[in-house]
């Protein structure tokens, strides 16, 4: 049984105390839901406690000009802050992220003054000083989602595999993330997976926990694989609804991903979980307004039946996005 590594990246706990300081944790919360205003669990209150008399340092103005910018937020300043934890200085800013901050010296000025924020304001005293908060959060995660083997169901589903699978946990930043670290000529998969509810910190029922872990695991793999196949032609014929620009799904490429990747859960939990609970989850998507999912999945039964042709879903990935989108 593989396990999965669950465990807290320092930078985006940082990334997390500088968007309290700023207004960054607020301009998201009333977009993603504006009945909860702010971030309420054990953790989030001790924030103010340890950080507010440093909310003048250089750090929180930069992230807060940062983000201001529309295409520097979601999942942008998740993706600067652990590359911030995973690389040197001088590999920290790829193109990506360039073009999304649109202004290199703003994202070498973060970069440096994080690491000023990060001693000045005793980030690691805090860290000691809530050490046991950390460790229950991270011990009854684990003990739900290394249960059972999810990871053999997502492996010998997709034919895929890598020497290792982490899952990161923070209490203080909104929504999922996908992201991944190239490490020995592998991905390595680090979804960075938030609580559900704002006075604890409860990161939901085994299904609905597991479900958020293969679909952020699937990035790792599915965004590679789109920006390797796709095409404009793909792009052009690529439509969607308000429903998708209001969960910030608002270029192509993303809406392509995220249909393939909701598909391959829907039969992920299947495989896991039964068909009643897949048929559940497809509602969910459908009703979020995925219309590309039922298409999708009929070819992934395909793939299913015919696993002797494909070893992997990474070889009928190709066909599948030319089905759909040709």
Not at 40 to 45: A, G, M, V
Not at 240 to 262: F, G, H, L, P, W
Not at 276 to 297: N, P, Q, T
Request: aromatic fraction near 12%.
């Amino acid at each position: 049984m593989k396990k999965i590594t669950v465990k807290t990246e320092k930078y985006i706990e940082l990334m997390g105390i500088l968007g309290h300081l700023s207004t960054y944790d607020q301009r998201l919360r009333a977009y993603y839901n504006p009945k909860i205003p702010d971030c309420r669990n054990i953790l989030c209150e001790h924030i103010l406690e340890h950080f507010g008399k440093f909310k003048t340092l250089e750090a929180v103005n930069i992230f807060e000009t940062l983000t201001s910018k529309e295409s520097f937020i979601f999942d942008a300043p998740v993706k600067l802050f652990f590359r911030m934890g995973k690389l040197h200085k001088e590999e920290i800013i790829n193109e990506e992220l360039l073009s999304r901050a649109g202004n290199k010296i703003l994202l070498e000025d973060m970069i440096r003054n994080a690491d000023v924020f990060y001693e000045e304001s005793n980030f690691e005293g805090f860290l000691e000083k809530n050490k046991v908060t950390y460790r229950n959060m991270l011990e009854d995660v684990d003990a739900i989602i290394n249960k059972d083997d999810y990871i053999a169901v997502f492996e010998q589903y997709t034919g895929l595999g890598c020497s290792a699978y982490n899952v990161v946990l923070t209490p203080y930043i909104i929504g999922n993330y996908g992201l991944f670290n190239y490490e020995e000529g592998e991905i390595i998969p680090y979804p960075v997976i938030t609580p559900i509810r704002s006075k604890e910190l409860y990161f939901g029922p085994v299904q609905c926990l597991i479900e958020i872990i293969w679909h952020e695991i699937s990035h790792s793999f599915i965004n590679p694989w789109t920006d390797k196949y796709i095409t404009q032609d793909h792009l052009n014929k690529m439509t969607a609804d308000d429903r998708m620009q209001k969960q910030a799904y608002s270029d192509n490429r993303t809406i392509i991903n995220e249909n393939i990747i909701r598909a391959l859960t829907v039969r992920l939990t299947r495989v896991g979980f039964g068909n009643d609970a897949a048929m559940e989850s497809l509602g969910v998507h459908k009703k979020c307004g995925f219309k590309y999912i039922d298409r999708i999945i009929e070819l992934l039964e395909v793939y299913e039946k015919n696993r002797a042709m494909y070893n992997s879903l990474e070889e009928y990935y190709d066909c599948l996005i030319n089905e759909v989108w040709a």
